[in-house]
Structures are given as C-alpha cells and as structure tokens.
C-alpha cells in the first residue's frame, strides 16, 4: 500500500475517526507491505494534524510487524513534492521484484 499524506483520519459515513487505523490494531498481521510518507508543514492547527495521524498509522504499522517504508518531506500537502515521493514508493513497493536500477 502507498499512501502520500494518507487520509487515516477519516472514517466515513457511520464510522469513527482513525476507524482504518484501529482496524489495524485489532486485525492479525496480512501480507501486505507499505509506503507512506507525510510533509512536516501538514500540521497546520486545524483540528486533527496529518503529520501526527500519518505518525500515528506508521508507529501502529511498525507495532504489528509490517514491512514499512516511511518518510517524512520539508514541505506541505504538496503536489510538486508528491511527484518524487510517488516514485520514491513504487521503487520501495515493487523495485525489488524487477531487479534494483542501480
């Protein structure tokens, strides 16, 4: 799974915020392996940070043993920013399955 700034603090209709998050904390381990990354300025003082969900879902990821890549950028919810890390993640997701580039 790649998530940039991912949205973990959403439930939708019906469901409470961070419910994927909790979802994780309750579930036995899947095999599955992740990439996240957040901007260190997407905590902006509006109600629940993403800076600090993103954390929240990498430590709980982390807790439960998946294999994890996570990084944090110098910037915001940022779409010039989000071209890099786009591929920074499919290289840590899949690069290994075809032979890495260097």
Not at 37 to 54: C, N, T
Request: with cysteine.
């Amino acid at each position: 799974m790649l998530a940039q700034t991912g949205a973990f603090r959403f439930g939708g209709p019906g469901r409470p915020e961070c419910w994927l998050i909790r979802q994780f904390v309750e579930s036995e381990l899947l095999p599955l392996q992740f990439y996240l990354d957040v901007g260190v300025y997407e905590d902006r003082g509006m109600g629940i940070s993403s800076l600090r969900v993103v954390r929240h879902m990498r430590d709980v990821l982390q807790a439960k043993g998946y294999p994890l890549t996570y990084a944090e950028h110098s910037g915001g919810h940022d779409y010039v920013v989000w071209r890099q890390t786009l591929i920074d993640g499919l290289i840590s997701l899949i690069g290994s399955r075809y032979g890495d580039a260097n």
